[in-house]
């Protein structure tokens, strides 16, 4: 069983930037996809960015050019740097990872934007 353990999130004013880290318990060699979710109260959690086991990253549309995924499979960690932050992006950031019969998740880290 592997854990996936958020880090990074805090407090930061508009136009900022937060780096966001999953460290896993284990090695993320074998996730054939990694993934940033984001929870809102009272609303849908919604796909953030995906990264592959090649390297091939996704983002939502509201993140694009602000937002980039990556990961380390030496560290065993992903990454999430998000810059120009928004209050929209507002949330809980959560960690995903799937293996072949698996789905993993983190705990979550607290993103607020706010001045």
């Known amino acids: 069983q592997v854990q996936l353990v958020e880090s990074g999130g805090g407090l930061v004013q508009p136009g900022g930037s937060l780096r966001l880290s999953c460290a896993a318990s284990?090695?993320?060699?074998?996730?054939?996809?990694m993934a940033w979710y984001r929870q809102v109260p009272g609303k849908q959690r919604e796909l953030v960015a995906i990264?592959?086991?090649?390297?091939?990253?996704n983002y939502a549309d509201s993140v694009k050019g602000r937002f980039t995924i990556s990961r380390d499979n030496v560290k065993n960690t992903m990454y999430l740097q998000m810059n120009s932050l928004k209050p929209e992006d507002t949330a809980v950031y959560l960690c995903?990872?799937?293996?072949?019969?698996?789905?993993?998740w983190g705990q979550g880290t607290q993103v607020t934007v706010s001045s």
């Open positions: 995903n990872a799937n293996s072949p019969g698996a789905t993993f």
């Open positions: 990264i592959n086991s090649r390297g091939n990253t």
């Open positions: 284990g090695s993320i060699a074998s996730f054939y996809a």
